[in-house]
């Protein structure tokens, strides 16, 4: 029998993503990375050249057409982790992932909206002089995911 409060999983996507070329890195190392889903919120999949490993058919893909959606249905018990260079954020180094979350990417232009950040149980960021690629700072989070660190 699952014990919920135990087994981990997580999520990760892009809202209002600016190119399909971010998607498309971003789901391959979400495959590699044990993520449980992808989604986007705002821009439609289109078949993505970077998705070299076809991961929007080997794991479950979601689209949402405006946060209000998405928020609605996030997973029970979930907790939405924001990733964006804010002062509120906590440093990505010192973080306790939570077993079942989900990860939020905003676009490089705009990055999350401030509907999405009101939302967010958490916000976390990562030294950087500039902002990243978001393909790039999913990929960072999600290695620091998998790394040994205690979980919240």
Known sequence: MNDNFVTEYFGIGIQNGKTPENLGVLWRTAQ?????YIFTIGNR??????DTHN???????F????FEDFYKNLPKGARLVGVELDENATDLE????PRRCVYLLGAEDNGLSKAAIAKCHYLVKFKS???LNVSV???IVLYDRGLNKPRS
Do not use: R
């Open 129 to 131: 002089e500039k902002s």
């Open 94 to 97: 010192t973080f306790e992932h």
């Open 63 to 66: 689209h949402y057409e405006t």
């Open 32 to 36: 590699n990375l044990g993520a449980s």
């Open 55 to 61: 991961a929007v058919k080997s794991i479950p893909y």
């Open 137 to 139: 700072a999913g990929s």
């Open 45 to 50: 999949y289109a078949k993505q050249a970077c």
